[in-house]
């Protein structure tokens, strides 16, 4: 079963398993949609009569949430799948030169994408972040605590995600592919580090 399709009793309990899936890459993802889905809540809450010469962008946050969220359950499918083709590249045979050569090219292009997939999400969730900061200041008030849940969450997520990046990291051989990951994922963290403080002074000023 997909992991978004299983309700968060059965997901707790695979990932309580001693199956490798769904592990670190899969509960960054769901992290990643729990974060998002607060933005939503707290823009939707943010609309109506009181807010409503704000509506256009609390629509636009909403729909652009959504998409976000789509695309966590895709890398969440993703990261399980990139997963299962490391395995395989390992269980190659490696008794003739050529055998060897053909394992060596499958896992690099494996953890190439076992490294890929999560530094998506760093992207994708400090995207959502950045959008969320935009509208810190105009937000419903009475719920700007959830705010700070939404960007401490999505911010757990982009580290979360960051530690798979870094396993496959060392995997791969190819240095000018390794270091552009390295500087692309260092470049995410330190976004959403000044993107939550950020929020995050303005819902402590808020909540008082």
């Known amino acids: 079963m997909k992991v978004f399709d299983q309700s968060i009793r059965q997901f707790i309990e695979a990932a309580c398993s001693a199956s490798p ?4 890459g899969s509960v960054a993802a769901v992290s990643a949609a729990l974060g998002a889905s607060m933005g939503s809540m707290v823009a939707s ?5 009181r807010f409503e010469k704000n509506a256009a962008q609390m629509n636009t946050i909403i729909a652009q949430i959504k998409t976000a969220i789509d695309e966590f359950e895709q890398i969440a ?7 299962r083709l490391f395995m395989d590249a390992l269980k190659m045979p490696k008794d ?23 530094l998506r ?7 959502i972040m950045a959008l ?21 969450t999505l911010d ?9 990046v870094k396993i496959n990291l060392s995997s791969i051989k190819n240095e000018k592919t390794n ?6 994922g260092m470049h995410l963290l330190n976004d959403a580090q000044k993107i939550k403080q950020s929020v995050m002074n303005v819902v402590m000023d808020k909540i008082g």
């Open 45 to 49: 809450l943010s609309t109506g009569t």
């Open 156 to 164: 757990a997520a982009i580290q979360s995600a960051w530690l798979t």
């Open 179 to 184: 270091s552009n990951y390295e500087k692309q």
């Open 77 to 83: 499918k993703q990261d399980m799948e990139s997963f």
């Open 21 to 24: 899936t769904p592990g670190g």
């Open 121 to 127: 999400l760093m992207t994708q969730s400090r995207d």
């Open 132 to 152: 969320l900061e935009k509208a810190s200041q105009i937000y419903n008030k009475n719920v700007i605590s959830d705010l700070g849940v939404a960007v401490i």
């Open 96 to 118: 003739t030169d050529e055998n060897r050569a053909q394992r060596s090219e499958c896992l690099q292009q494996a953890a190439i994408q076992a490294a890929n997939v999560p």
